[in-house]
């Protein structure tokens, strides 16, 4: 997600990026960049920030371009209602639900999102106008979106209005739309390898139990 705020600003010949092998990450990052071995992360006056949504916060603080937080307080609010939420409840339950009941549990989390894309009427995006909230969850959208209906059968659009015409704005963006994931058939064969296994694993021991009883 710090990719599209990198993006957006309009910050490509300001920051240098340094592709990292996510399988093979060298010792060096680890031990003379970012410690915690995460990705992303990035040095700015001799400064190591890490984390998406804290980058995704710094660039907006640090660098030139216009503001991705709005001056109304009750927005301001929303926003950093909106970024916890992604980070802490949104994206993991939506994980999680893979191996239980993907439909109900990531379902409910959509519901939230369309919910909250209600609250402010002047523009489609979360505070109205883009900010930070959409950069927050826009990688993650685009994920779920793109397996979702190939691992459940479910497209997470449907009967949600304003998320679909969210998702349809966010790709009218230019920055967005240079970070979006271009493999398709690669990242949902990486999703069914990662997710896929437990939910068959789980179906089975209940198979197995129910023909012991």
Do not use: C
Request: net charge negative; proline share 6%; charged share 30%.
């Amino acid at each position: 997600m710090a990719f599209v705020n990198f993006n957006l600003e309009g910050l490509q010949d300001k920051i240098k990026l340094v592709p990292i092998d996510l399988k093979n990450r060298p010792d060096w990052y680890k031990e003379k960049v970012y410690p915690t071995n995460k990705v992303p992360s990035m040095e700015h006056n001799n400064k190591v920030i890490g984390e998406s949504l804290d980058l995704v916060k710094y660039v907006d603080s640090n660098f030139e371009g216009p503001s991705l937080l709005p001056d109304d307080p009750e927005k301001r609010k929303f926003a950093e209602e909106l970024i916890a939420y992604s980070d802490t409840t949104f994206v993991p339950e939506v994980y999680r639900s893979f191996a239980k009941d993907a439909r109900t549990l990531a379902g409910a989390q959509f519901d939230y999102l369309e919910k909250a894309l209600l609250k402010f009427d002047d523009g489609p995006f979360f505070l109205g106008q883009f900010s930070q909230v959409d950069i927050a969850y826009a990688p993650f959208i685009e994920r779920f979106q793109v397996f979702m209906p190939e691992g459940f059968d479910y497209d997470i659009t449907t009967g949600r209005h304003k998320l679909a015409k969210w998702i349809e704005e966010m790709n009218k963006l230019d920055g967005y739309k240079q970070t979006k994931v271009l493999e398709h058939e690669k990242m949902v064969e990486y999703y069914k390898n990662r997710f896929l296994p437990v939910l068959t694993l789980q179906i089975l021991d209940t198979f197995l139990f129910l023909f012991l009883v």
